[in-house]
């Protein structure tokens, strides 16, 4: 018999620049499925330090990612059990934000990479986010969330998906059936490319947020 116990966890997650009067954009970004968020983080460091302030949750579930158990990457969820982890991840992301008290006055970027879209459209809908951008990044958005999940958005949320075109995860077919699924959920979303893979493209970023 499969049972259930409560306990307190602790887990880490990693900022990039100071959180100042001068910052204009604060950056909520999750990582893909075999990063860890100290390295996710340093690919915005491109970005300029007086005016973007970036915090990057860690994945709960770590692994060794060959076999001479040296790297480690990590995970956000799998299809066991997924209903009570996304729970947990949810109130993760949760403590993160109540910890860092950030001011109203910035602009508040929800970004997700990879299985980070999963994560980043979960929270917005389970919490009622009102983000100024949300921004999505090669990655699926979770099949069980429909347009009522969503109806609290406005359009003043700007909603952007950019894909590779040399993404060796996407077939063409299936980007086109889940393009029309998410235009129906998210009306305001906007579809961009970059000539790359499976990557975060920095300078595509730059250009929409």
Do not use: C
């Not at 980043?120 to 986010?129: C, E, G, L, N």
């Not at 040399?166 to 980007?175: G, H, L, M, Q, T």
């Amino acid at each position: 018999m499969q049972k259930e116990v409560v306990y307190q966890s602790t887990n880490t997650y990693d900022t990039l620049n100071e959180l100042t009067s001068e910052t204009k954009n604060v950056w909520l970004v999750f990582h893909g499925i075999g990063y860890l968020s100290r390295y996710f983080i340093r690919l915005f460091q491109s970005l300029d330090p007086e005016k973007n302030y970036i915090i990057a949750p860690q994945a709960p579930s770590k692994y060794y990612k060959n076999n001479d158990y040296k790297k480690v990457g990590s995970s956000w969820l799998t299809k066991e059990n997924t209903k009570t982890e996304t729970k947990n991840v949810l109130n993760y992301i949760d403590s993160i934000i109540k910890e860092e008290k950030l001011p109203a006055t910035t602009r508040f970027v929800v970004l997700g990479y990879s299985q980070g879209v999963s994560i980043a459209s979960r929270w917005i809908a389970s919490q009622q986010i009102q983000p100024d951008d949300f921004v999505m990044i090669s990655g699926g958005f979770p099949k069980e969330l429909g347009k009522e999940d969503f109806t609290f958005l406005t359009n003043k949320t700007k909603v952007s998906h950019i894909l590779g075109e040399k993404d060796p995860y996407f077939e063409i077919a299936k980007v086109e059936a889940e393009k029309i699924r998410v235009k129906d959920i998210l009306p305001q979303i906007e579809f961009r490319s970059h000539p790359g893979g499976h990557e975060l493209d920095i300078e595509t970023l730059k250009n929409i947020v």
